[in-house]
């Protein structure tokens, strides 16, 4: 084996046993995104007792349905922002450092269909190159008309002055949360999910604790923890209400949700490894056509809404979008038939939050996510981005130690701490083609051994891939195992139909559990069809 050590098992039973044997944590955070994954990697490195409480699968919400960028934010560049690019373009490093199986860099073709753009653009990214120094990826490049059309042989070639090519990140988000999650539980948190916090415990006005409940059985278990952590992402309002009922102080909301649409298709569209980036489409948005696990993703809008539904919706309006200037800077158009794949992800947008009573009190961390500390002393955190999962989660802790929550702290060692999977000889992928057993990284020998390995159920896609999901990674449905722990739902959802009802056998005699095959057809229906117009 490649690894000296078996894998972690995550047995749920032993998981549930050992939950109910701890009455006491130094912290206990609720929600299993990449913020709350984050927090409990960095605190149990630290040494403290954590719990991890996620309502359903790891990375269920916005965490797997990114637009898979390590990105240091070239949009705030231009708005002037110049520390917060700064700080994300030092998180890309070691995020592209720490989990090399899992995270990549990519070049990026921006094409110019007017005199101006090149120039324009170009100086602004020589800029962004300047401010990652020595932690660039690759220098920004002026291209002529040509060299675009041999990187970008699917560009739309009428009226193309040239371009520039820059560099920045790509990854797989919904693994990068599964192994942030097993890099815990190896380090000592213990991480359930299917176990939703019910309701915040408040002992003479403070938090005290929490009420959560199995899923899958409806058994409650109480946590006592003097540290709450609601790392709930777009339904963060919803702890932080229930915590001002208890403690007599009404919480304003502070999340503004938006939604993101990604359509997916065939990477003929554009073949090659460059991705595509317009920063100004006709109508002031920005469009990308990255390739990603052999396929490629179109997107992304930027909707407004008043709800937060746990699988949100495209809207008509917003597959029009994509469509349409897609067309108009690929040479083959996509059609709606062409669509493998759509998916919706909804954004924690922060509005401005005032204290709330005399010991409330909000800091803004970096600029793009926030941390609150509520009267009753429940902490709560959104906003942000992947890139910056790292420093989000050191920020947390830190307002949790100056708060007197939990006691003083080691410092903060996730820097070059390397995820499940990574090792020094652990070789980076090409997050282009695709996957394979080499997303498993350094355990890519232990799923080669199991039961199945040789047994293909769709492209990048074993049997013992299924198994090793079941034993090792925390699944439990058809759509742990098609969504997050493959990718497949996102990349081909008719495929993905096609194959769920061999994964829920397996999965049925792995677990002994039932694997809940008609929801996921359901959602998987949801995903293959294209709203009406």
Request: proline share 5%; net charge neutral; hydrophobic share 40%.
């Amino acid at each position: 084996m490649s690894t000296r050590t078996s894998p972690l098992l995550t047995d749920r039973t032993q998981m549930l046993g050992a939950l109910a044997r701890t009455t006491q944590a130094d912290i206990v955070v609720v929600g299993g995104g990449a913020t709350g994954l984050g927090i409990a990697l960095d605190a149990a490195l630290r040494g403290l007792k954590v719990v991890v409480l996620e309502a359903w699968d790891f990375a269920k919400g916005t965490s797997s349905r990114a637009t898979k960028l390590v990105h240091g934010g070239v949009r705030y560049l231009a708005q002037g922002n110049i520390s917060l690019v700064r700080e994300a373009l030092h998180e890309r490093t070691h995020l592209l450092h720490n989990a090399p199986h899992l995270a990549q860099p990519l070049p990026f073709v921006m094409p110019s269909y007017k005199c101006w753009e090149t120039p324009f653009y170009g100086l602004g990214l020589m800029a962004y190159d300047a401010l990652a120094g020595r932690e660039g990826l690759g220098s920004t490049q002026f291209l002529g008309a040509s060299r675009v059309r041999q990187l970008l042989p699917g560009a739309r070639w009428d009226g193309l002055k040239g371009g520039v090519k820059y560099w920045d990140g790509q990854f797989d988000d919904a693994r990068l949360a599964l192994a942030l999650a097993r890099t815990a539980a190896v380090h000592g948190a213990l991480l359930i999910n299917y176990c939703p916090v019910t309701e915040i415990l408040h002992r003479d006005g403070r938090v005290s604790g929490v009420l959560c409940q199995d899923r899958e059985t409806g058994q409650d278990y109480v946590l006592q923890s003097p540290c709450v952590v609601n790392a709930t992402g777009v339904w963060v309002d919803g702890l932080r209400e229930q915590d001002g009922r208890e403690s007599g102080h009404q919480a304003r909301p502070m999340v503004a949700p938006s939604q993101g649409v990604h359509l997916v298709v065939d990477q003929d569209f554009l073949p090659g490894e460059h991705a595509l980036l317009v920063p100004r489409t006709r109508d002031g948005r920005v469009l990308f056509a990255v390739p990603w696990l052999g396929k490629l993703i179109l997107g992304t809008t930027d909707t407004p809404r008043q709800d937060v539904p746990l699988e949100p919706k495209p809207l008509r309006q917003e597959v029009d979008f994509i469509l349409s200037e897609a067309a108009h800077y690929l040479q083959k158009a996509p059609q709606e038939q062409d669509v493998r794949s759509v998916w919706v992800g909804l954004r924690p947008l922060v509005r401005p939050v005032q204290g709330e009573g005399a010991a409330g009190s909000t800091q803004s961390i970096s600029r793009e996510h926030t941390v609150l500390l509520s009267q009753s002393g429940l902490v709560t955190v959104t906003g942000g981005k992947w890139t910056t999962y790292r420093a989000m989660a050191q920020d947390v802790l830190e307002q949790c130690e100056k708060a007197g929550l939990v006691g003083k702290l080691p410092a903060c060692s996730t820097v070059e701490q390397r995820l499940v999977g990574a090792s020094h000889s652990a070789a980076r992928r090409s997050l282009g083609r695709v996957p394979g057993v080499e997303a498993y990284g350094s355990e890519s020998d232990w799923v080669k051994a199991l039961p199945g390995a040789d047994v293909e159920l769709a492209p990048g896609l074993t049997q013992a891939m299924v198994v090793f999901a079941c034993r090792y990674e925390y699944a439990r449905t058809v759509e742990d195992m098609l969504a997050r722990r493959s990718r497949l739902l996102f990349l081909d959802a008719a495929l993905a139909q096609r194959v769920a009802p061999t994964v829920a056998q397996l999965m049925q005699t792995e677990t002994g559990h039932d694997p809940e095959l008609g929801a996921f057809l359901e959602l998987a229906r949801q995903y293959a069809v294209l709203p009406s117009a």
